[in-house]
């Protein structure tokens, strides 16, 4: 009961702190129960004493009422802020959630799933490193030295393989001779080496080697096959009617004396008429006649001035 007595009395402060003066109550006449003492002998507010003690248990439980009714609405608010709370954070994840699962993925490059070992297989045994200072392989071995005439037979080889190079490409490549005579002066003097291309064949105005009753002799070509050439008594000298004009000759051509050719000179098929370029010596086709192309070692590719040396 003093408990509650001093609960009361503390909210009742309170409420006596926030409230505003109450307006002053009138005064209660005392009114006489028979049986009461009068005024004078005994005090007047025992009865009301015991009024007011028994008021004063009920308002003290009307407040602790109130006070217990507030604090579960104000748990009961606390409760339900907290589920509101809750209910929204799970919408905004589910939000979340769903706009993740619309928005379109990002195409990320697909990475290659790693191998995975079959452990059925055994690992290959790895070979030990090589221990420092082990020694190092053998060098091979070197055949035994030759003899001297293993020598001798393999120059002897290598010699002959040359030669047979050398005799194929003078024969059937190149034409070397050591021209005699000055019937071809200037183009060509008495004693030069005169090299000729065989693959080639002679062409018009060409110096060529050619060979004639078994002797190499150099020579300019004038005339081709089905040419007529004709030489005149004062020296003119006419391919088809026409004089060479690209004839650096400043000699008069004449027939030579006591030969079998008759001019004007047809050149037969397959051969070429052959002059010197020293008009005066007539050892040439107006001697021989047309020269046959086998006979022919193509044309002169230079020559080599011996008397230089």
Known sequence: MSKKSGRSSSAKEKDDVHKPDAAPEPEKTEEMTPGSQPADGAPAPEPEKKASSENEPSKSDAQDKDASEKDAQNKDASEKDAQ??????KDS?????????TAVPEETPAKKAPSKKDPSK?????????????PKKAPPKMPPPKTTPQLLIGLLIKIAVAAAVI????????????????????????????????LQKPYLNA?????????TDVGRVIALEGSVVDISDTGLLTIN????????????????ENSSIVFPYKVEPGKVFILNDYRDDPKDSRTFGA?????VKGPMLFTVRRRNF
């Open 207 to 215: 110096v060529v080697l050619y060979r004639v009753n078994g002797k």
């Open 122 to 134: 055994k690992n290959p045994p790895k070979k030990a490193p090589p221990k420092k200072g082990s």
């Open 241 to 256: 009617g026409v004089a060479p004009s690209n004839e650096k000759i400043f000699y008069a051509t004449y027939q030579a």
């Open 93 to 101: 994840a589910e939000a979340k959630q769903e706009k993740s699962e």
């Open 167 to 198: 005799w194929a490409t003078l024969t059937f490549v190149l034409g070397v001779s050591v021209h005699y005579g000055n019937n071809m002066y200037p183009s060509v003097h008495d004693g030069d080496l005169t090299v000729s291309f065989r």
């Open 84 to 89: 509101d709370k809750d209910a929204s954070e």
């Open 291 to 295: 020269i046959d192309r086998k006979d």
